[in-house]
């Protein structure tokens, strides 16, 4: 099966200055990778996705990257805010199956 | 914008009872998902339902879960017998395709056994 590993699992940064998270994937059938933002106490929600047809994507301050030959992909944010601050979520998807396998998580404290 | 929903947000149950959790799927969405997470740890996939009967399942959905769609909104999971490590948050999600689509996840479901 597939499995994720996401790295670093804390990340402080000061306000206004970028973070970049990294997750590797094992499965080269994987093609689908999204990344959720979770606030604590809250659901999951969607802020980018990358598919595996595609080396980069960014919307506004958010980009992902992918690597599929090193099977890893990574989210950059900008300009980073202290709305920004809560735990992330990479996963990885094959478009033959259902499941998403997510990473470890990691959690990103904006510090004003 | 349409949102899955959850209930109950809190269930605290004793070890042994049955639980069932509730969810209600984005109106056209075709394929429904459970996921938990254990306090602290990553998001782990149970289960996924398509065209009312289940498409995929991980090692953790054993004979002790079972879901069921029993009418056109409602998406439920049965815990039958439960145990304390089944304490964690129980998410539902729901996505027009699979594979390669955005799952919209619920607010989840926090279980707590005692």
């Known amino acids: 099966g597939e499995n994720v590993e996401q790295h670093p699992s804390t990340l402080s940064v000061q306000e206004g200055d970028s973070a970049v998270i990294k997750c590797t994937y094992s499965d080269s059938a994987s093609n689908y990778f999204p990344w959720y933002k979770q606030e604590l106490g809250k659901r999951p929600q969607l802020i980018i996705d990358?598919?595996?047809?595609?080396g980069e994507k960014k919307d506004q301050r958010i980009a992902v990257t992918l690597n599929k030959t090193a099977k890893h992909f990574s989210l950059h944010i900008t300009e980073t805010q202290p709305e920004d601050s809560a735990v992330y979520f990479c996963?990885?998807?094959?478009?033959?199956?259902?499941?998403?396998?997510f990473g470890t998580g990691t959690s990103l404290t904006v510090i004003p | 914008e349409p949102e899955v929903t959850q209930t109950p947000s809190h269930q605290v149950t004793q070890m042994g009872q049955e639980v069932i959790l509730r969810c209600v799927p984005i109106?056209?969405?075709?394929?429904f998902y459970w996921y938990r997470q254990i306090l602290g740890q990553k998001v782990e996939f149970l289960v996924s339902f398509y065209n009312n009967e289940i498409s995929e399942k991980s090692e953790i959905f054993d004979d002790q879960f079972s879901v069921e769609r029993p009418d056109g909104s409602n998406f439920t999971l049965k815990i039958r017998s439960t145990k304390l490590e089944d304490s964690a948050m129980y998410f539902c999600a729901s996505a027009r395709t699979s594979g390669r689509d955005e799952q919209y996840f619920g607010p989840g479901t926090r279980l707590t056994v005692t």
């Open positions: 109106s056209n969405h075709l394929y």
């Open positions: 990358i598919r595996s047809n595609v």
């Open positions: 996963a990885a998807s094959k478009s033959a199956g259902n499941q998403f396998y």
